[in-house]
C-alpha cells in the first residue's frame, strides 16, 4: 500500500512530441505528490508538484493532470526537447509527521531531434 | 548559494572496510535524508532524520549507520555488513518531515567496490 507505481520504464520521442509519464498509488492518506527530473551524475530536482484538491497544475511546459478517484497521477511535457532528456521520478507523502517520500521507479526519457 | 553538499564524488571501498559519506547542507532545513539509486530501482530511503540527534531506519537501513551531531551534517557509514554496496547514494534535505515539503537533493556519491 505504501508503493507508486510508475511507468513506462523507458520512453523515446521525437522532438516536438508529447511524453506522458504515469503513476499509481494505493494509499489513499498521500496528499502530496512531486515529480522530480535528474540528469546523468546529477541528483534530482523538483520539478513540479500537486495537491489531491486540484485535478491539473501547469508550469511552463510540465503538466500534472490528478485524477483522485482512479489514484493515478501523470506528467506530460509539451514541445519536448532534446534537453528534456533525463529520468524523471514520481513521489507521494501523507500530511503525517515522521513519513518520507516514497518514490516510484523512475522513467527514462530520449528526446531525440 | 544554499545547497547540499555530497563528498568525495567518487568512492571504493575494499572488502571488509567501512565507508563514510559526507553530506552537509547550508539550507538550515530540519530534515535530512539518505536514499540509495540503483538501476531500475528508483531511490530506496536507508536514513532519514527530523532533528538533531534523532534518526530513523528506512526501507533498506541493514549495514548501515548514521549519525546527526549538527543540523548542517547527516554523514552515512557503509558498514562491511552491507554486502552490496555498490551504487550511487543521494543525501536530501528538507524544512521539515511530510506535511508536503519538498526535498532538496545533492549530486550524489557513487560508491564501487574494488
Known amino acids: 500500500?505504501?508503493?507508486?507505481?510508475?511507468?513506462?520504464?523507458?520512453?523515446?520521442?521525437?522532438?516536438?512530441?508529447?511524453?506522458?509519464?504515469?503513476?499509481?498509488?494505493?494509499n489513499t492518506a498521500f496528499d502530496y505528490f512531486p515529480w522530480y527530473q535528474q540528469f546523468?551524475?546529477?541528483?534530482?530536482?523538483?520539478?513540479?508538484?500537486?495537491?489531491?484538491?486540484?485535478s491539473e497544475k501547469k508550469e511552463g511546459r510540465f503538466t500534472i493532470s490528478f485524477n483522485k478517484s482512479a489514484k493515478q497521477f501523470s506528467l506530460h511535457i509539451m514541445d519536448s526537447q532534446p534537453g528534456d532528456s533525463a529520468t524523471y521520478f514520481c513521489?507521494?507523502?501523507t500530511n503525517q509527521a515522521g513519513t518520507a517520500?516514497?518514490?516510484?521507479?523512475?522513467?527514462?526519457?530520449?528526446?531525440?531531434? | 548559494?544554499?545547497?547540499?553538499?555530497?563528498?568525495?564524488?567518487?568512492?571504493?571501498?575494499?572488502?571488509?572496510?567501512?565507508?563514510?559519506?559526507?553530506?552537509?547542507?547550508?539550507?538550515?532545513?530540519?530534515?535530512?535524508?539518505?536514499?540509495?539509486?540503483?538501476?531500475?530501482?528508483?531511490?530506496?530511503?536507508?536514513?532519514?532524520s527530523?532533528?538533531?540527534?534523532?534518526?530513523?531506519?528506512?526501507?533498506?537501513?541493514?549495514?548501515?549507520?548514521?549519525?546527526?551531531?549538527?543540523?548542517?551534517s547527516f554523514p552515512l557509514t557503509v558498514t562491511s555488513a552491507q554486502k552490496n554496496p555498490t551504487a550511487f547514494y543521494l543525501c536530501a534535505s528538507s524544512i521539515g518531515q511530510g506535511a508536503r515539503q519538498p526535498q532538496h537533493f545533492g549530486d550524489g556519491t557513487r560508491l564501487s567496490i574494488l
Open chain 1, 1 to 26: 500500500q505504501q508503493q507508486v507505481k510508475q511507468s513506462p520504464q523507458s520512453l523515446i520521442v521525437q522532438k516536438g512530441g508529447i511524453p506522458i509519464i504515469n503513476c499509481a498509488y494505493e
Open chain 1, 40 to 54: 546523468p551524475g546529477k541528483g534530482p530536482a523538483l520539478l513540479i508538484a500537486i495537491r489531491p484538491d486540484v
Open chain 1, 91 to 93: 513521489a507521494a507523502s
Open chain 1, 101 to 113: 517520500l516514497i518514490f516510484g521507479k523512475g522513467t527514462t526519457l530520449s528526446v531525440s531531434s
Open chain 2, 1 to 48: 548559494d544554499g545547497g547540499i553538499t555530497q563528498s568525495p564524488k567518487y568512492l571504493f571501498r575494499k572488502e571488509g572496510q567501512n565507508v563514510t559519506l559526507s553530506c552537509e547542507q547550508n539550507l538550515n532545513h530540519d530534515a535530512m535524508y539518505w536514499y540509495r539509486q540503483d538501476p531500475g530501482q528508483g531511490l530506496r530511503l536507508i536514513y532519514y
Open chain 2, 50 to 72: 527530523q532533528i538533531v540527534n534523532d534518526f530513523q531506519k528506512g526501507d533498506i537501513a541493514e549495514g548501515y549507520s548514521v549519525s546527526r551531531e549538527k543540523k548542517e
